[in-house]
């Protein structure tokens, strides 16, 4: 399982763009990078998966650089209710691969 | 889209008893599933995979006798913690891969408190 590293915490404002980035050094060509968000006292939410260069759906978007080392989250126009903990994570998505957690992004959004 | 139930979503014990956490999943059939266990502020940290028909997988440093998992059929596994005590006290999520293109369903997740 490819370990990842993501900031531990982000500032940011109602209606900027924000951008996480998160490295996975040791990805494996059967990866997959997927993102989710958590919300305190609630299960992690899946937000966007890919696996090479761009992903977009109504929520955000994911850049994958053609090494795949690293991936980029970007969450357009944020607003308060974006305020969660964000995790990076890598994986084969077939079968049933166990998903362990990294630490995570936290991400404040304020007024 | 594929959802993964969790009941009850919070419970206060007495030590010494035993709490079980039920995980469905809802409209998929699911022959693995996972328990997280989650400290404030802190990440989730994988327990266990629950595997349908067969004795669930248990990570390193997690004690099987105290988190028993039971896996009965495609669509339901338990977790009871017995002889609960404070330190068991912490968020329990499960999830379940439904098998599609968009990752890991999680439910809700139950607040253990024991008291």
């Known amino acids: 399982l490819a370990k990842t590293t993501q900031p531990i915490s982000m500032d940011s404002y109602e209606g900027q763009e924000v951008n996480i980035t998160c490295s996975h050094n040791n990805i494996a060509t059967n990866d997959y990078i997927t993102w989710y968000q958590q919300f305190p006292s609630q299960g992690p939410r899946f937000i966007i998966q890919?696996?090479?260069t761009k992903v977009t759906n109504e929520v955000a978007s994911l850049f994958i650089p053609a090494d795949r080392k690293s991936s980029t989250l970007s969450l357009p126009r944020v607003s308060l209710s974006d305020t969660a903990v964000y995790y990076c994570l890598v994986g084969d998505v077939g079968g049933y691969n166990k998903l362990i957690f990294g630490a995570g992004t936290r991400l404040a959004v304020h007024p | 889209g594929a959802v993964v139930s969790q009941h009850p979503s919070r419970v206060i014990c007495k030590s010494g008893t035993s709490v079980k956490i039920e995980c469905r999943s809802l409209d998929f059939q699911a022959t693995t599933m996972f328990w997280y266990r989650q400290f404030p502020k802190q990440s989730l940290m994988l327990m266990a995979t629950s595997n349908e028909g067969s004795k669930a997988t248990y990570e390193q440093g997690v004690e099987k006798d105290k988190f028993l998992i039971n896996h009965a059929s495609l669509t339901l596994s338990t977790l009871t913690v017995t002889s609960a005590h404070p330190e068991d006290s912490s968020f329990y999520i499960c999830?379940?891969?439904?098998?599609?293109?968009?990752?890991?369903?999680f439910g809700s997740g139950t607040r253990l408190t024991v008291v």
């Open positions: 999830s379940a891969n439904p098998g599609q293109s968009y990752g890991y369903t």
């Open positions: 890919g696996y090479k």
